[in-house]
């Protein structure tokens, strides 16, 4: 197809992008059959002007429009087209990390796929979800997982759809991680040619194009991440109801869920998936560094070797 002058083509998250915005985080194309979303810069009118609420998001029938301060203006339309107003064209590192996390979040719930909020590795071809809330973890372990030669589907947002046979899969979305200074010296990795994630000089967006799996795989298990003063790692199967609202609340942007009119589809979509999978809830000391035990416990369990429960 022709693209005008300026505009750039992307793959993430299972879709063909176009973008007039630079994406050098995302796998470039040089050509796509078919379009799935479009990413416009325009000019908006003034966020005072187009909010009729105080809160930083705008929900309409078939678009969300939520604003950064002094950042951007975000317009997320039916799932297909996302309009940025820059407010700072200084801030395009700013700029970015909103656009591949907070809207397509968005623009994924709004093409009824699942969003959770995490990272996803590959192991023995199926696809396993680490979610937490911030500071859990998630990054740190999928990067343990990278350096036994694992592989990345996703840090961040992670796209579950079905198969022809209503079974979860993952989607990728591209080759990058948000590591933390303290993960990075572990794994004797510098930061020297990193650039730090905005408002956070200690985290750093850290390319892994080397080790990304750019295949969809089956959704196989989801590990919750939670921290505990304990000394000990404490690991327990997550049953019945509680897969739900395990899922729920790691649904990214979930306040939106409901916003959406979605709650019934949410409902019925993360019960298909907790039907197809094994979920677990795993506790980590906050006092040590424990990725790489971690790791060797959650092998275990996925090899279906004995485990003691705590």
Request: with cysteine; aromatic share 10%; proline share 5%.
């Amino acid at each position: 197809m022709m693209i005008r002058k300026g505009k750039r083509l992307y793959h993430a998250f299972g879709l063909n992008i176009v973008s007039d915005l630079l994406l050098p985080e995302l796998i470039v194309m040089n050509t796509l059959e078919g379009v799935d979303v479009t990413i416009e810069i325009k000019e908006m009118d003034k966020w005072d002007e187009l909010a009729e609420t105080t809160s930083h998001f705008v929900v309409k029938e078939g678009s969300v429009l939520f604003h950064v301060p002094d950042t951007a203006v975000y317009l997320i339309e039916h799932g297909t087209k996302i309009t940025i107003s820059p407010l700072d064209e200084t801030k395009q590192d700013n700029i970015r990390l909103y656009l591949l996390g907070t809207c397509m979040g968005v623009l994924l719930m709004q093409r009824r796929t699942i969003p959770l909020h995490g990272s996803a590795v590959e192991i023995a071809g199926k696809a396993y979800a680490f979610v937490g809330n911030s500071g859990a973890g998630k990054s740190t372990l999928a990067s343990a997982f990278m350096e036994r030669g694992y592989r990345l589907l996703s840090d961040d947002v992670i796209p579950i759809v079905f198969s022809d046979k209503e079974k979860p899969i993952v989607i990728p979305s591209y080759p990058h991680q948000k590591l933390w200074t303290q993960t990075l010296d572990h794994f004797g990795r510098g930061t020297s040619n990193l650039k730090p994630i905005i408002f956070r000089d200690a985290k750093f967006a850290v390319p892994v194009m080397d080790s990304f799996q750019p295949k969809p795989l089956p959704l196989a298990g989801v590990f919750e991440l939670t921290k505990t003063a304990s000394d000990q790692i404490s690991i327990s199967p997550v049953l019945q109801l509680h897969q739900f609202y395990l899922l729920y609340q790691h649904t990214y942007r979930n306040f939106l869920i409901q916003r959406f009119d979605l709650m019934d589809w949410h409902f019925q979509t993360v019960t298909k998936i907790a039907q197809n999978i094994e979920l677990f809830q795993i506790e980590r000391p906050i006092t040590r560094f424990t990725a790489e035990e971690l790791t060797d416990v959650i092998l275990t369990i996925i090899n279906k070797e004995e485990l003691v429960y705590e």
